[in-house]
C-alpha cells in the first residue's frame, strides 16, 4: 500500500502524520515543488522581512525524523506534473508514482500582477527582503494579514 501525499506544506504534512497516528504502516511518498522541508509559512511575512531576518525557513521536523520516525519518502524540489487516477499514478520530474491513496494539498496560487512579487515561498520573502533592504518603493495590493505585515516592514525601514 502507497499514500501519497503532493504538497510538502503544513496540510501535506499533518496528512502524514495523521495517517501514522491514526495506524496506517505503508509506504507514504510526500512531493513538494519547493526544495525545503515542511515549513511554517506565517513567519516569512514577519520575521523575514525584518532587516537582518532569518536567511533561511524554520522546517516543523528535520528530515531525520521525517525518514526515520514518520518513515517518509521524500520527493522535494520538483512539482507534480500530473495526475492519472485510472492507472492511479502521479508524475513528478518525468517519473511516475504509483499510489494506492492520493492527498492533494497543495493550497492555493496567488494572484499575480504583472512586474509584481507575490509572497508565498520562503524564495518569495527573500526576493521581497532583499528588495525592501535595496530600499524598493512598495506598493501592496490586499489588506489581508500578509500584506498588513509587507506594508508593516516597509514603513520600519522608513521606506514610502
Known amino acids: 500500500m502507497t499514500l501519497v501525499v503532493v504538497g510538502a506544506s503544513l496540510a501535506g504534512l499533518r496528512a502524514v502524520?495523521?495517517?501514522?497516528?491514526?495506524?496506517?504502516?505503508?509506504?507514504?511518498?510526500?512531493i513538494g515543488a519547493e526544495e525545503h522541508l515542511p515549513y511554517d509559512r506565517p513567519p516569512l511575512s514577519k520575521a523575514?522581512?525584518?532587516?537582518?531576518?532569518?536567511?533561511?525557513?524554520?522546517?516543523?521536523?528535520?528530515?531525520?525524523?521525517?525518514?526515520?520516525?514518520?518513515?517518509v519518502e521524500l520527493m522535494l524540489g520538483a512539482p507534480a506534473e500530473s495526475l492519472d487516477t485510472d492507472a492511479r499514478e502521479v508524475t513528478v520530474a518525468g517519473a511516475a508514482v504509483r499510489y494506492d491513496a492520493v492527498v492533494i494539498a497543495t493550497g492555493a496560487t496567488a494572484r499575480g500582477l504583472p512586474g509584481a512579487r507575490t509572497l508565498r515561498t520562503?524564495?518569495?520573502?527573500?526576493?521581497v527582503r532583499a528588495a525592501l533592504d535595496d530600499g524598493a518603493r512598495t506598493v501592496v495590493v490586499g489588506a489581508g494579514f500578509i500584506g498588513s505585515e509587507v506594508a508593516s516592514a516597509a514603513r520600519k525601514r522608513g521606506l514610502p
Open 122 to 127: 520562503a524564495e518569495d520573502a527573500l526576493a
Open 48 to 71: 523575514f522581512l525584518d532587516a537582518g531576518g532569518p536567511g533561511r525557513v524554520q522546517p516543523f521536523h528535520s528530515e531525520t525524523v521525517l525518514r526515520d520516525e514518520l518513515g
Open 17 to 30: 502524520e495523521s495517517a501514522r497516528r491514526t495506524g496506517y504502516r505503508g509506504r507514504i511518498v510526500l
